[in-house]
């Protein structure tokens, strides 16, 4: 098979590509700023200042206070700073959660419950990712004082939560409730003064920002231990000279993406029920892994399962024809486990192993899901069983 002329990258929730409005914006502060935004000549203070400037742009987008605000190298450490933090500082012995959290979330989980610093209650799911409320209820119920670490929105099959409705039950509880926002930071709207959580994580490569950079909102009053050790930078919480061009290129994409939320989010729905039509007018029974209503569904996400058994070439042969996307998380590529996001919704394998995540982003257009249907058909010659 010869390579493709062209190539369609339908992989934004891996990473979406850098603006290069965003990239213009970082440049003088790479070329031209020289200096610490911890030293106190002027050269510290004007970069202290760009990074206040960005602390206070993302508090504005977020109702909450710049302070809240801890930068991080990535959605990764901020999960990782979160929940390890708040289990150390407040002496945390239980935690709830599910298995089809990023592995930023249950590699560390798992590691806490490893060594013994915690027991661990997994919520059952259904088929689009679901669980059940009266067990969260139940599970608060038998452990009081928990941390509560619940996804906003899932990255494989882009299943949205209930922020609101979690934390008001956590609070009810006296839990403590983490969620990973890093879906949602510039996708959805979040007002931290009415959403009744504690620590929400942020990467800035999943909202057209550069890679390695992130951050943590950490409610005031709340205690975290940090996981860095070393200079007091981020009021002691992360240790380490902040990336101040990385920083402020973050701020500037997030401004950009709740500048233009309506805009955008038109566009992304617009490609992802495109091509749900398609491939629904394609292949007969096209199962649909995640939420089956519009309203709980990311619009950036459409995660389906393209028939059952097979050789498990899909995304290869996808790749040979120049089309970009996954079929898990970009985290375990490579590592030839399968998903375990479809595995914990109960996905059979058979099933699993033809399924493909298309992920949109604003530079994509509907003349490419026309391209990638066509493909598609190609390629998948059998019609699409119904099951899994
Ligand atoms: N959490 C979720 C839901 C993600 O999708 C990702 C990235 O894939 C991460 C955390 C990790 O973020 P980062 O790549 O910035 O470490």
Redo the contacts with the bound molecule.
């Keep these: 098979m010869s390579h493709s002329p062209i190539r369609i990258y339908l992989d934004n929730?891996?990473s979406t590509p850098m603006d290069p409005e965003v990239y213009d914006y970082m440049r003088k502060f790479y070329c031209e700023w020289a200096g610490n935004p911890s030293a106190t000549h002027a050269h510290g203070r004007a970069l202290r200042s760009a990074l206040e400037e960005a602390r206070r742009t993302i508090s504005g987008h977020l109702y909450c206070k710049p302070g809240e605000i801890v930068f991080t190298s990535?959605?990764?450490?901020a999960?990782n700073l979160a929940i390890r933090g708040a289990v150390e500082a407040n002496g945390i012995a239980h935690i709830i959660s599910t298995r089809i959290e990023?592995h930023?979330?249950t590699h560390v989980v798992e590691a806490l419950e490893a060594k013994g610093a915690v027991t661990v209650t997994y919520l059952d799911l259904d088929r689009e990712g679901r669980f059940d409320f009266a067990q969260l209820e139940a599970a608060l119920t038998a452990n009081p004082g928990c941390l509560v670490s619940l996804?906003h929105a899932?990255?494989e099959i882009g299943t949205v939560y209930d922020l609101h409705r979690i934390g008001t039950l956590c609070k009810a509880h006296g839990a403590l409730f983490h969620s990973?926002t890093?879906?949602t930071m510039g996708h959805l709207t979040l007002n931290l003064q009415e959403t009744p959580v504690d620590f929400i994580?942020a990467?800035a490569?999943?909202f057209y920002g550069p890679?390695g950079v992130?951050f943590l909102y950490v409610r005031k009053g709340v205690k975290v231990k940090p996981i860095l050790l070393g200079g007091s930078q981020e009021r002691e919480l992360r240790a380490g000279t902040e990336n101040v061009p990385a920083i402020a290129g973050m701020a500037f994409a997030l401004d950009k993406c709740y500048k233009n939320l309506e805009t955008k989010n038109a566009h992304l729905s617009g490609l992802r029920s495109y091509l749900l039509s398609k491939l629904n007018n394609a292949f007969s029974g096209i199962l649909i892994n995640g939420s089956s209503d519009p309203a709980t569904a990311l619009p950036t996400v459409l995660n389906v399962c393209m028939g059952s058994g097979g050789d498990g070439m899909l995304l290869f042969q996808l790749d040979l024809e120049g089309i970009s996307v996954s079929g898990g998380?970009?985290?375990s590529a490579g590592a030839d486990v399968g998903s375990h996001v479809l595995r914990g919704i109960g996905v059979a394998p058979d099933y699993a192993q033809n399924a493909v995540r298309f992920s949109f982003g604003m530079q994509n257009t509907r003349e490419e899901i026309d391209w990638v249907v066509a493909k598609l058909e190609a390629i998948v010659k059998e019609p699409v069983a119904h099951g899994g």
Excluded at 74 to 77: L, M
């Design positions: 929730a891996a990535g959605g990764t450490e999960d990023h930023a979330v996804m899932n990255n990973d890093v879906q994580t990467s490569h999943k890679k992130g998380s970009a985290c």
